[in-house]
């Protein structure tokens, strides 16, 4: 059987997560100890790269820089939101056609692993010998099949250290605190929340995912009965509630919804949300000391707060695309599989299988309130937040009797 030789590519799409490089440079250091791949090149901003014909000489970095950028943030090729359609996607297997790319890596999501089987079969069209595989990427972690994908793990890393710190300000100086998390269509990172509890009364007290339809009066309701309870109430909301009808709770409360450039309603990218919803505690529960926060972009690409798990597996899911490129001679989407406890492992699916769809929180993750996680939820994500994650102390001493009051 004749060894297909040529050039290799690979390129970032979607929003950058904390781990993403390191699944570029596994590409990269993989595909160098093959003899049939002659150059390795990566698209700068993505598929508008390759259109373009922006393509980074990767085969010249040295090992050194290449770790280096592994251990930093957010797409060193730098990304794009283009969602391509066919007629792009020809324009792109053109390009790649004329640089003689035999060998295509796109580390992304929903999107991007669609834009691989549109690629693909351009070229099957075109009986042009070429392999293309997606490498999961996202901090949604909503891609089928996967148990979880890179970034994820970060991401929520992030997420539990910041409600664990909001825990402890919010105890020191009780109200009414909301947190507005990434997940338009998924609620795992917003459920990451509780990842940083330790006692029974800590926060976050209530945590609400697109997957279920919000109410605003049980909403109201649940904080009225979480402060009385408590005499503060720590909520994690995710951007993509909805209501029973699937209509985004944003559009119900707001007059003039932004959109962005796909037609997708601007969630939460100015705080408005967070902003609705304090109003509606104000006015209709009476309680004076109320903030909410956007947790943004920091989310995805915080510098100092990674998963050495999560590393470790960009790293190894982009290993294993190239084996099955270059080794087994296939297409498809690189997927990642649970093992005991715990442990990873890959395989390769069609990429039918994964592009365009979204997973979604399973029903026991959600308790049936549908305002909180369940103890399988923690079960699930806590490995994936890595080693070392500290969720803070508090002083456990018996209080002096008092003598004045007595």
Do not use: W
Not at 79 to 99: D, G, I, L, Q, Y
Not at 176 to 184: A, E, F, K
Not at 383 to 399: C, H, K, V
Request: one cysteine or more; hydrophobic letters at 40%.
């Amino acid at each position: 059987m004749n060894v297909l030789k040529g050039n290799l590519l690979v390129a970032q799409g979607g929003g950058p997560t904390a781990v993403i490089n390191q699944s570029m440079v596994g590409v990269v250091l993989e595909a160098k100890k093959y003899p049939q791949v002659e150059r390795i090149y990566g698209a700068v901003h993505g598929v508008e790269g390759i259109v373009n014909e922006e393509f980074m000489d990767l085969t010249r970095e040295t090992v050194a820089n290449l770790e280096a950028v592994a251990a930093t943030p957010s797409s060193g090729l730098l990304s794009t939101r283009v969602k391509p359609t066919p007629e792009f996607c020809a324009k792109m297997f053109e390009s790649m056609k004329a640089h003689n790319i035999r060998f295509f890596f796109y580390i992304g999501g929903n999107d991007s692993s669609d834009t691989v089987r549109i690629v693909n079969e351009e070229a099957k069209r075109q009986n042009y010998e070429f392999r293309a595989v997606h490498i999961p990427k996202t901090v949604d972690n909503d891609l089928v099949i996967n148990d979880h994908t890179p970034g994820f793990g970060s991401a929520a890393r992030y997420v539990a250290s910041a409600f664990a710190g909001i825990n402890y300000d919010n105890r020191a100086l009780a109200g009414v605190y909301i947190g507005v998390i990434m997940g338009r269509h998924a609620g795992f990172l917003t459920g990451a929340a509780a990842l940083g509890k330790v006692y029974e009364e800590d926060g976050p007290h209530l945590i609400y995912f697109p997957e279920r339809a919000f109410n605003v009066d049980n909403f109201l309701a649940d904080v009225k009965a979480t402060y009385e309870k408590y005499g503060r109430c720590i909520i994690a909301v995710s951007e993509g509630i909805q209501d029973e009808n699937g209509v985004a709770i944003i559009t119900k409360l707001q007059k003039n919804v932004e959109t962005d450039a796909h037609g997708n309603v601007q969630l939460s990218g100015t705080g408005a949300l967070g902003d609705l919803l304090v109003a509606e505690v104000k006015e209709k529960l009476g309680i004076g000391r109320v903030r909410a926060d956007t947790l943004g972009y920091m989310q995805r690409s915080f510098l100092g707060c990674v998963s050495d798990v999560d590393q470790k597996e960009a790293r190894e899911v982009a290993e294993k695309a190239v084996q099955y490129a270059l080794i087994d001679n296939l297409d498809g989407s690189v997927v990642m599989e649970r093992t005991g406890d715990y442990a990873v492992d890959f395989r390769l699916v069609d990429l039918k299988e994964i592009a365009a769809k979204t997973k979604h929180m399973p029903e026991e993750f959600i308790n049936a309130a549908g305002n909180n996680v369940t103890e399988a939820f923690i079960k699930y994500a806590k490995p994936l937040i890595g080693s070392g994650f500290n969720p803070g102390a508090r002083l456990r001493s018996p209080m002096v009797e008092p003598i004045l009051k007595k």
